[in-house]
């Protein structure tokens, strides 16, 4: 079985630009769910799509949105970039999302803004 | 809200050394408790989870920890650790009254082991 990749791994961006970043999920997962985590922090959950939609959202503003794809794949798009947005960017897939389920994590996408 | 907090943020232990990693939550309802580890470069790994029952859990890799709800806390613990152990460990709990799988993780403790 494959894991959860997420591309690409390092993306450099100024402050104001808009990002998109990819995440393919296990085989057999049908809902993504988004992580920041920011240097020395813990991950922060961003939302959570289900069979396309969006099913659960963190405290963050609508600059960051997503989309998931019939195959189940993810984006997460983030517009006008702040210096705050820097951070490592996780991707987790599971079977159906429910809340005792197992996150299956991707390596991550390093984001700097500068 | 719920809330977890890791006190250590880095334990350093010998090869071979008992560790315990502590960690505490806060909830005004039942969760769901977690660990999970994350080597450098990686992403996370589930190490071990508690819904319900026993509130002793093994996990992978000789891992335990144990839920105890007078003490809101699920402390982790390894009776024998090796140097490849050396990673980052995160806590988490979620609400099992949701609908989706929001993970609240606390800011991780850095297990250091040397030889």
């Known amino acids: 079985e494959t894991g959860v990749t997420q591309s690409p791994t390092h993306l450099i961006k100024t402050r104001g630009q808009q990002v998109t970043l990819r995440c393919s999920s296990q085989?057999?997962?049908?809902?993504v769910s988004w992580y920041q985590q920011a240097l020395g922090q813990g991950p922060q959950f961003i939302f959570q799509y289900y069979r396309e939609e969006e099913n659960g959202r963190g405290n963050f503003p609508p600059r960051f949105s997503g989309l998931q794809f019939p195959n189940y794949s993810s984006e997460l798009n983030v517009n006008a970039l702040e210096l705050d947005d820097s951070a490592l960017y996780l991707c987790a897939s599971s079977l159906s999302g429910g809340a005792g389920e197992k996150l299956f994590f991707g390596s991550g996408t390093q984001l700097s803004v500068l | 809200a719920q809330s977890v907090t890791q006190l250590d943020s880095q334990v350093p232990v010998f090869e071979e050394a008992p560790v315990e990693l502590r960690c505490n939550y806060s909830?005004?309802?039942?969760?769901?408790l977690f660990w999970y580890v994350q080597y450098p470069n990686q992403g996370l790994q589930l190490l071990l989870k508690?819904?319900?029952?026993?509130?002793l859990v093994k996990g992978i890799n000789g891992f335990e920890a144990e839920f105890n709800k007078s003490q809101t806390s699920f402390h982790l613990r390894k009776p024998s650790v090796h140097i490849s152990d050396t990673a980052e460990y995160f806590c988490a709990v979620s609400d099992p009254n949701t609908g989706f799988q929001k993970l609240v993780f606390g800011t991780g403790t850095r297990l250091l082991v040397s030889p």
């Open positions: 909830s005004s309802v039942s969760v769901y």
């Open positions: 085989s057999g997962h049908n809902t």
């Open positions: 508690y819904l319900s029952g026993s509130t």
